[in-house]
């Protein structure tokens, strides 16, 4: 017969304290335990084996060491690789990182928001564009509020449309920095392979890299943010008949698939089109040819959200700014 499991009263009893000291000196509760009774209860913890559970500790504290991190879609390099650099960073300060997918869906989000609030988290990372849906950033806004006043952080990774400590990316200004570059190589009629209009990431980079082009207007095809999406937007492209001498897609995932269309399609890349792209994602090493990108330093966006988690809380909400850096590879060669 197996032996019973050592419960909180037999710890007490061990010690020689009441229920009470020994479950604030286990549970991490914000009441002081004198050092010789703290002491003495952890080692009569250890001679009985007893392990706290978590949901007591949660109860004494406020909160756990929980950090939810929400996220648009758990396949995307870009959201892997940042929810590892914030997994190390949450290792090395003792919490827990649960990883949420939202696959995009502004409800899901909401319902993913409400979870974490249940579960008692220490914080909530958002990690993904916004959307310029002003009645769901009101909703998102309202789920937030209860929980930064109970003690929780928030932290985005996005566009600064919430009231919260965010990493934001520029990505205009990398777009930019990128139709800059692609012009002076040689190009002269440029297209744009876009995600949905209501994403701001959207909008940012697709504007971006208008603003950056010397000279005309770059012919423009939205579809999926996604590499299925920038497959089905080059064919479209390629459809269209519009001679055009370069494209941007607006992530590399895109820019993946529009690659693979122009297999599909007999194009040659980058003889008869030049392909760039966006986020400079780990798989982008097996690409051939390398793509040029715009290179963001993911894994310590992940890390320094986790910084600003750990931050005391300001009147304010700060604001970290992360420019990308231009990579030109073989995509994209001088003409």
Not at 17 to 26: E, G, I, N
Not at 75 to 81: L, N, R
Not at 240 to 266: H, K, P, T, W, Y
Request: charged share 25%; with cysteine; hydrophobic share 40%.
């Amino acid at each position: 017969m197996a032996a019973r499991a050592a419960t909180l009263t037999d710890v007490a009893k061990e010690a020689g304290v009441s229920l009470a000291t020994a479950s604030r000196a286990l549970n991490g509760s914000d009441r002081v335990v004198r050092a010789e009774l703290h002491d003495r209860v952890l080692r009569a913890a250890t001679r009985l084996g007893y392990s706290p559970n978590a949901q007591a500790q949660s109860m004494a504290r406020g909160s756990t060491d929980l950090l939810g991190l929400l996220v648009n879609d758990i396949s995307d390099p870009y959201f892997s690789t940042i929810a590892a650099g914030l997994a190390n960073a949450a290792e090395e300060q003792g919490l827990l990182v649960m990883l949420c997918s939202t696959a995009g869906k502004p409800e899901r989000e909401l319902e993913l928001l409400g979870a974490l609030r249940r579960q008692r988290g220490r914080a909530i990372v958002l990690a993904g564009s916004r959307s310029n849906d002003r009645a769901h950033l009101r909703e998102t806004a309202a789920q937030l509020d209860p929980f930064v006043a109970s003690g929780g952080r928030v932290v985005a990774i996005s566009e600064p449309k919430l009231p919260v400590d965010t990493v934001v990316v520029e990505n205009r200004r990398g777009a930019q920095d990128l139709a800059t570059e692609i012009a002076a190589l040689g190009y002269r009629r440029p297209a744009i392979l876009t995600g949905p209009e209501h994403l701001l990431v959207s909008r940012d980079r697709r504007d971006g890299f208008t603003a950056g082009w010397p000279s005309g207007e770059p012919v423009v095809v939205a579809d999926e943010f996604s590499r299925d999406g920038g497959f089905r937007a080059m064919h479209r492209l390629l459809d269209s008949g519009a001679e055009v001498d370069c494209v941007f897609a607006i992530n590399d995932l895109m820019a993946m698939g529009a690659m693979a269309a122009c297999r599909e399609r007999g194009v040659d890349v980058p003889r008869d089109l030049a392909v760039a792209g966006f986020d400079d994602i780990s798989t982008l090493r097996d690409v051939t040819p390398a793509l040029t990108t715009v290179r963001l330093p993911l894994t310590d966006m992940g890390r320094e959200a986790l910084d600003l988690v750990l931050a005391s809380p300001t009147a304010k909400p700060r604001r970290r700014k992360v420019r990308g850096e231009v990579i030109v590879r073989e995509s994209t060669p001088r003409r």
